[in-house]
């Protein structure tokens, strides 16, 4: 019962540094989401995907790049990393547009950068 | 635009008490879902319950309800006698019907049940 599995769990960069990180669901989902949390601010989606090959823009996706070139795999990318990007950040995934679908969610990625 | 506000930053409760903890949302939407979630200190999300606009019952999953006013746009979460395990940071989300892909999520309400 692996669900969505996020790699690393924690990861120190300096800036300027890039990092790849990977979310990769075992349940055949269709949707997949790397959201963001910071304190007093809840989750802030970056980035979604509706479907292999597919991506596009949440509400906070400067500095961030993605791609869904398996459909059971979601990356993220930081290209330069800055201080900013520091927060945990959770990869989520669902089945459909079927509204009562919940979102499956990974244990996170703490990332620090100094 | 959809909007989720969460007015509680912070709870405390008695162990065995009822807690309510609160959510009101916008949309123009006219189908859409709330949802709420759960997040412990060890810091994984966990689903708890889920509202449907035009469900004419109010969800219940447990000792978890959700006393829904569509009217009023709330969506509060009722914990019914708390658990000192209850103790964690909640959230309130929803996803409209028009770009029903998207969950925009609330603030949170971080609540610590009292022995």
């Known amino acids: 019962n692996a669900g969505v599995t996020q790699t690393p769990k924690f990861r120190v960069l300096k800036t300027g540094q890039s990092m790849t990180l990977l979310c990769a669901q075992d349940?055949?989902?269709?949707?997949m989401y790397w959201y963001r949390q910071d304190p007093g601010m809840g989750l802030r989606l970056i980035h979604y995907?509706?479907?292999?090959?597919?991506?596009a823009k949440g509400e906070v996706p400067d500095g961030y790049n993605v791609s869904r070139l398996k459909k059971q795999n979601f990356l993220l990318g930081l290209e330069s990393a800055a201080p900013s990007q520091t927060s945990v950040y959770f990869c989520?995934?669902?089945?459909?547009?079927?509204?009562?679908?919940?979102?499956?969610f990974g244990d996170g990625t703490r990332l620090s950068i100094l | 635009a959809q909007k989720i506000t969460q007015t509680q930053p912070g709870m405390f409760v008695q162990e065995k008490e009822a807690v309510t903890l609160d959510c009101t949302y916008d949309?123009?939407?006219?189908?859409?879902?709330l949802f709420w979630y759960k997040q412990p200190s060890s810091g994984e999300m966990i689903f708890l319950i889920y509202?449907?606009?035009?469900?004419?019952q109010n969800a219940t999953e447990g000792r978890y309800s959700l006393n829904f006013q569509k009217a009023r746009k709330s969506a509060n979460l009722v914990i019914s006698a708390s658990q000192l395990g209850d103790s964690a940071m909640y959230f309130c989300?929803?996803?409209?019907?028009?770009?029903?892909?998207?969950?925009?999520f609330g603030t949170g309400t971080r609540l610590t049940i009292i022995p």
């Open positions: 989520a995934s669902n089945t459909d547009r079927e509204i009562a679908q919940p979102q499956h």
């Open positions: 349940m055949n989902h269709e949707y």
């Open positions: 949309t123009s939407d006219q189908s859409y879902g």
């Open positions: 989300a929803m996803r409209g019907y028009f770009g029903n892909e998207k969950l925009t």
């Open positions: 509202q449907g606009s035009y469900d004419e």
């Open positions: 995907s509706v479907g292999e090959g597919t991506t």
